[in-house]
């Protein structure tokens, strides 16, 4: 049987959700993010602020200065964590298996569910209408045979849209599907990829296995399997958490090794407190420290150690790796962070962190 997966996506989730609660901020520029004169970066924007080239991750700063009208708010996590909730528990009427990403993403895998007459466009169809009518947020959905379509499928025809690929319509759709909408290839790998006279997964196919997988490692076998539309990862219910770290960026540069150093202390107690507030906290297997110099150019350290739950950070073991990311810059400092890798069967009752950093 082939299976039925819905991508549910909301649209510029944190700006949706400000712009639900206060109209004036509606049709207007909105970005939600920190602030500039605090080195503050977006989280995420509405479309009209896309249209200036606005867009997550970038400084705020430099958000202002692509969009001088630029509105940007603060936001509230508890907020978004209430409106999120209250969506989850509107995909629960249609099926228990639901895989959370982000507070606003989940995969829904309704293949034996019988809403609807069994029909995922249609309950993908409903979904969208009851999230808007009773939470009042907008939801695009794509519906595939399996996650890495069905995710390709709900990004077609944002915002507010709906993409149905059907299995007799894969193979057609895959072919001509530009590579730097695979997951996974990045700026980088779409330029060494281009150089390869890859702009497909057509070409990807041309390639063959063995001449991607050379050139790519284990992440050509998976361009392999994308470029035929192939993906058995099942929906899970519950995702295990592979970290938890914490990190800061710094109003003044830490101009130093021991300006940074002294920082340390207080990054590792919010460590040791965000851990201790994981509802299944498992064994540590790693220590990592990330720093981000002034250029904006960053590097992480790390190193395997095995930590039972109970214990606090090891502040030797995370001088010694700041030590050692600071040689490789020594240069001013912008951003800390410190971080945990975690053994398996971790905590998955927190799917809104789910990578480090």
């Known amino acids: ?6 991508h549910c996506d909301c649209d510029c989730f944190y700006a949706a959700v400000e712009m639900r609660d206060n109209p ?49 708010v603060s936001g509230s996590m508890d ?5 999120s909730a ?12 639901i895989e959370p990403l982000s507070l606003d993403e989940a995969y829904l895998d309704v293949t034996g569910t019988q809403r ?16 808007f009518e009773e939470v009042g947020i907008r939801v695009s959905a794509g519906v595939a045979p399996n996650k890495f379509l069905a995710k390709i ?11 149905v690929l059907r299995p007799e319509q894969v193979e057609a759709f895959v072919q001509v599907l530009a590579v730097k909408k695979l997951h996974g290839v990045g700026a980088k790998t779409a330029e060494k990829l281009e150089h390869m006279g890859v702009h497909n997964c057509a070409d990807l196919r041309d390639q063959g296995a063995e001449v991607l997988i050379s050139r790519f490692g284990r992440f050509g076998q998976r361009l392999w399997e994308l470029a035929w539309g192939q993906d058995d990862r099942p929906v899970r219910i519950s995702r295990e958490r592979k970290s938890v770290s914490v990190e800061h960026t710094y109003t003044r540069d830490l101009p130093d090794l021991d300006a940074c150093l002294e920082q340390l202390p207080s990054l590792l107690e919010s ?14 297997a790693g220590a990592v420290v990330k720093l981000k110099f002034h250029d904006f150019t ?60």
């Not at 609807?116 to 999230?131: D, H, N, P």
């Not at 460590?271 to 540590?284: F, N």
Request: glycine share 8%; hydrophobic share 40%.
């Open 271 to 284: 460590l040791a407190g965000r851990y201790g507030r994981l509802s299944r906290p498992a064994d540590i």
């Open 116 to 131: 609807c007459q069994g029909s995922a466009t249609r309950i993908a169809e409903e979904i969208r209408l009851r999230v």
């Open 298 to 357: 960053q590097t992480t350290a790390e190193q395997a150690t095995r930590v039972q739950a109970a214990m606090a950070p090891d502040i030797q073991l995370y001088e010694r790796l700041v030590r050692e990311a600071f040689e490789r810059g020594a240069r001013p400092v912008r951003l800390m962070g410190v971080g945990y890798r975690l053994s398996e069967h971790s905590d998955g009752g927190q799917p809104d962190q789910l990578a480090l950093f």
């Open 79 to 83: 907020k978004y964590r209430e409106v």
């Open 24 to 72: 004036a901020l509606r049709d207007i520029p909105l970005a939600v993010g920190g602030r500039a004169d605090q080195r503050g970066v977006v989280a995420t924007c509405n479309y009209e602020a896309r249209a200036f080239g606005v867009h997550s991750a970038m400084s705020t700063a430099r958000a202002l200065a692509l969009c001088p009208g630029l509105v940007v």
């Open 1 to 6: 049987m082939d299976r039925k997966i819905i």
């Open 86 to 97: 209250r969506i989850m528990a509107i995909y629960a009427d249609y099926t228990e298996l």
């Open 153 to 163: 499928a709900s990004d077609w025809n944002k915002p507010d849209g709906l993409f």
